[in-house]
């Protein structure tokens, strides 16, 4: 059975104007560690690699001998991402979802002048405003949707905290497993992400807990969870079960 894969990764941008953006710090780099291992597989038909302005790219080629290894769309802030998913869905199978991308929680509605007039014109606001507010609004969660527009594709959902415990942690992630039907959940706490090391948890529904320390290891172990997962539901399928 080949399978398709939606990996997300990188960060959104969202315009205050347009030459100035909120953003965040996310590189993409372990959403296309992932991407690359995916890609790679036997059983692989097509990555489709959703991904911030920024973010970095696999290694593997556009194209291979039986189509495409991966596929890739840019995408600035969460409309366009939405949007992004939104076609992906209607226009192909997708098996597994591996959500990576941080996803801005909050887009600018309005643009305020120290007098709390609203600049309309928001082409290049001028340096010469002394103060500017801005007015922000919730973001749809992008994560909520894979499973109205694809409930049978597996899950793999992304958590990040600062600076807590590990049960504090591992419980955000089982709740965010919960509440959006993951398969599986990564729990990473930006104080355990250094330029070489990146601890992170994998959480089943099962609450079974892995535990890793780079990068490379949590794109191995997502892989290797997709795959296992999927020889599971096939065996337990044909079974009966």
């Given amino acids: 059975m080949v399978m398709n894969y939606l990996v997300t990764a990188g960060g959104t941008e969202e315009r205050i104007d347009g030459v100035r953006s909120i953003t965040n710090f996310a590189t993409g780099r372990l959403g296309a560690l992932i ?33 495409d290894f991966i596929q890739y769309s840019e995408v600035e802030g969460v409309s366009g991402l939405e949007a992004a998913v939104r076609r992906i869905f209607a226009e192909h199978e997708i098996d597994a979802i591996v959500h990576s991308m941080a996803v801005s929680d909050y887009a600018v509605e309005r ?3 120290g007098e709390g007039r609203e600049i309309t014109n928001r082409d290049k606001i ?16 992008i994560i909520g949707l894979f499973h109205d527009l694809s409930p049978a594709s597996t899950l793999v959902g992304f958590k990040l905290l600062n600076h807590v415990s590990e049960a504090v942690l591992t419980d955000a992630a089982f709740a965010l497993l919960e509440k959006n039907h993951c398969a599986c959940v990564l729990a990473n ?14 959480i089943d529904r099962w609450k079974n807990i892995t535990r890793f320390e780079t990068k490379e290891a949590i794109a191995d ?5 997709l795959h296992g997962y999927w020889r599971n539901r096939n065996r337990d399928s044909a079974g009966g079960v």
């Fill in 35 to 67: 991407a690359d291992r995916l890609a790679r597989h036997h059983l692989t038909g097509t990555v489709f690699y959703v991904h911030g302005k920024h973010a970095a790219l696999p290694s593997q080629p556009f194209n291979g001998d039986d189509g």
């Fill in 111 to 113: 643009v305020l002048d």
């Fill in 126 to 141: 001028s340096s010469s405003e002394r103060e500017l507010r801005l007015v922000l609004k919730p973001t749809p969660k």
């Fill in 189 to 202: 706490d930006l104080a355990g992400i250094t330029a070489r090391k990146h601890t992170a948890f994998l």
């Fill in 221 to 225: 172990g997502i892989c290797d969870f």
